[in-house]
């Protein structure tokens, strides 16, 4: 197969892999790396211009001819208008909107020309959603958030002129914290778990020449055990806690394939 033929296919298979992602876990982030937020992540990983491929492909450390570090900083604005439909909210309008930073790290340092070691700190899953106190929803929720940081361990070897591989041990904390309101009691309800886990990542990285290069790589699930307190606290009374508090959610493997080619 001609080299520009095998492109086309390669792109094809990385943006139904993209699609497929995206509808599996809908509160992924993949926000490690500017560079690769505005190319739309082509190429994630194999690009060779920045530290995050400790994150997305731990083969393409390779790549990174010079030990580093690197710094990200995200911003995200959620805004979202909310109208009650049924009794007693109808016709009853709130909204929220507030700023949450996003920030991510990445350490390498290549011992030699073949061998890479580095440190990822990053959030490869999260969710939050904030209410002001008084809204009419507040029974329901006030703050929502789930907080999931990676610490990511890798190394990287160069094969040959060809191929690279590469492999993650990655620790993982998870931090969840719901509050609501008491329905016609003033009284408030506070929900609060963390734990950690472990998880890893392997990659492989295959280069036809120094204008293409192919990647793949698989992100293990993860199972979270976390634990806290659920406390209920009423104007005037004795705060009730129960410390016997568990959440078990479970995240999704990830596989990522890439391609890139310099015309």
Known sequence: MKTSKLIKVAVAIAVALHITNAKAASYQLNDYSVTNLGRSYAGVGIMGDDYSAIAYNPAGM??????????????VNVKSDVEGIQAPYAGQKGKMDFWQAVPAGF????????????????????????????????????LSKLD?????????????????????????YIY???????????????????????????????????????????RLRSAQRAN??????????????????????????????SAYHRY
């Open 176 to 218: 969840g914290r719901m509050t609501q309101t008491v329905a016609g009691h003033n009284g408030h309800l506070n929900f609060n778990v963390d734990g950690w886990s472990q998880t890893g990542a392997l990659g492989v990285m295959y280069e036809v020449d120094d204008n293409t290069r192919f990647g793949l790589s698989y």
């Open 62 to 75: 390779t790549l990174m001819k010079r030990s580093g570090v690197q710094q990200v900083f995200n911003m």
């Open 107 to 142: 350490g390498q340092y290549n011992v030699n020309d073949k061998l890479s070691l580095g440190l990822g700190i990053y959030a490869p899953f999260g969710l939050k959603t904030k209410y002001k106190a008084g809204w009419f929803g507040s029974d329901a929720a006030i």
């Open 148 to 172: 999931i940081v990676d610490f990511n361990f890798s190394a990287a070897y160069k094969l040959n002129e060809h191929w690279s591989i590469g492999a993650s041990a990655i620790l993982r």
């Open 228 to 257: 806290g307190t659920f406390k209920m606290v009423y104007p005037g009374g004795t705060p009730a806690v129960f410390s016997d508090v568990h959440a078990n959610p479970d995240l999704p493997e990830t596989v990522t394939f």
